[in-house]
């Protein structure tokens, strides 16, 4: 079955860096685009960065744009989200996610299968 494992959370202070990294299972990785979703205490699932599934195009929400890369690396089954100068708003649940729809270069549609999600928390 498809498995989907985060790691790389935690505290940092507002203009620190933490990497994300996710680990995949259970499917032919290198044959779907993977993405990262949000969410904030008491708000809505937000997308946040998404990659096809060579690698060769990404999609970035407004708010990551400048901030956040993300990358994948097929021969290991891992999607990376490196997070540069974080913001307190980039407090939430960070979860991976694919079998969605990528649109190139502008949005990703979750599709059903997550990870259980790591915390990010950012202090002012």
């Known amino acids: 079955q498809v498995q989907l494992v985060e790691s790389g959370g935690g505290l940092v202070q507002a203009g620190g860096s933490l990497r994300l990294s996710c680990a995949a299972s259970g499917f032919t990785f290198s044959s779907y685009a993977m993405g990262w979703i949000r969410q904030a205490p008491g708000k809505e699932r937000e997308f946040v960065a998404a990659?096809?599934?060579?690698?060769?195009?990404?999609a970035y929400a407004d708010s990551a744009k400048g901030r956040f890369t993300i990358s994948r690396d097929n021969a290991k089954n891992t999607v990376t989200l490196q997070m540069n100068n974080l913001k307190p708003e980039d407090t939430a649940v960070y979860s991976c996610?694919?079998?969605?729809?990528?649109?190139?270069?502008?949005?990703?549609?979750?599709?059903?299968?997550w990870g259980q999600g790591t915390q990010v928390a950012v202090s002012s």
């Open positions: 996610n694919t079998g969605g729809r990528y649109l190139s270069g502008t949005y990703y549609y979750p599709g059903d299968y």
């Open positions: 990659i096809n599934w060579s690698g060769g195009s990404t």
